[in-house]
């Protein structure tokens, strides 16, 4: 089965034009879907790169958000959106209604069982009556049995953090967070991200039995710089990686 390569873009970053020139620019296969990041005020569980295309929500506007999805549409590139639970709690039924009137079927919410866990049941079940699948997201720290919960409770693919963050470098035994992961995870893609340093550290993870990688902020300078060809250089430099992990 063929690896998977993800790739997350916080919309509006570095802006809507040059996203959306990106996005068409991307050569046929080299990935396997986007992440679309939803701006955000408080993007606590993303390292400094990330949270500098966020920088004061980017103005980005959400009724912007459909040019974006009916190109990907059109690419035949699979969409997930990325969103802290901080930023839609007060407006979820509005937000839960865009997505939805986008055709946005998968969400990943970083914070959701970190810092808001008594809501997350509730939200979950929300989710499920807009059409919309809750994609888990773990890393090292997550107990053991709050992973089996929302592994039961979910039947989507799973995001599992390398790092409690994204952009740093602590430390990591690659391959016992791998091997954890899939000892708990069973008959679900588990997909890799936060903390994937280079192509060496996305080739251990499909050797050790991941199923994919999510890449971000390897490719924040370049999108910054609105220089197009470095990111997809980049980008091809996982792809092979991955593909090539024995």
Sequence with gaps: MKSRL????????PNDEFLEDFVRA???????????????????????????THGEKNHFNLNQLN???????????????LSYYSDIENSEG??????????VREIIV??????????????????????ISYIPFFNAATPDRIIVKYVNMTDSWIYYGLQPSTGINV????????????SIIRGRDIIFGFGIRNGADA????????????????????????????????????????????
Excluded at 224 to 237: F, T
């Design 171 to 182: 430390p990591v035994n690659i391959q016992e967070v791998v091997s954890r992961a899939t």
């Design 26 to 52: 991307l050569p046929d296969g080299i990935v396997d879907g986007l992440e679309l990041g939803l701006p955000s005020s408080d993007p606590r569980y993303d390292g400094p790169k990330i949270r500098s």
């Design 110 to 131: 970083p914070d959701l069982l970190i810092d808001y866990a008594e809501s997350a049941d509730a939200f979950i079940s929300r989710l499920k009556a807009n059409g």
């Design 6 to 13: 993800l790739i997350y873009l916080t919309l509006g970053f």
């Design 67 to 81: 040019r974006i999805l009916l190109l990907c549409k059109e690419r035949k590139i699979q969409v997930n959106v």
């Design 203 to 246: 080739g251990e993870i499909i050797r050790a039995g991941g199923h994919g990688i999510a890449i971000g902020s390897a490719i924040v300078d370049d999108l910054s710089r609105h220089d197009k060809m470095a990111a997809i250089l980049k980008i091809s430099e996982y792809r092979e990686a991955i593909d090539s992990a024995i």
């Design 94 to 103: 509005t937000t839960l209604s865009m997505l939805s009137e986008h055709s």
